[in-house]
């Protein structure tokens, strides 16, 4: 039974996250766990805490009950939810911004020194 849910968790996060256009990578950030976790997650390998199921529903855009497969809109498809901004940006600008994020004070100095640089050629 819970191989079964977990399954079915991981194959609408899956649609869900594929429908915002987002990487797992993304997801995982946004969520609080490692990028393998997630992964895990999606494979139908674990189920999460629910804290953290009730982070995933809420960045996925979709009902605990959709996520589990027990509304119409899980079993049937995904209701049409408004991407979040960041989804429209290149992979590579999403990838550089989780990286300067992790970055100290100084780093992030030189690290936008770098880009003014690069944006004046």
Known sequence: MAKKLATRLGES?????????LTQEDVAERIGIA????GR???GNMLPSVP????????LGMSADEALGLS????HGW????PPPEANEP???RRLMRRARQLDRHALRVL????????QK
């Open 79 to 82: 209701p049409s939810a408004a």
């Open 112 to 119: 936008s020194l770098v880009a003014a640089h690069l944006g």
């Open 91 to 93: 992979v590579e600008l």
């Open 41 to 43: 997650l999606e494979r």
């Open 72 to 75: 119409p809109e899980g079993a």
């Open 13 to 21: 996060a899956r649609a869900a996250r594929q429908r915002l256009g």
């Open 35 to 38: 990028t393998e976790v997630y």
């Open 52 to 59: 953290t199921f009730r982070k995933l529903c809420s960045v």
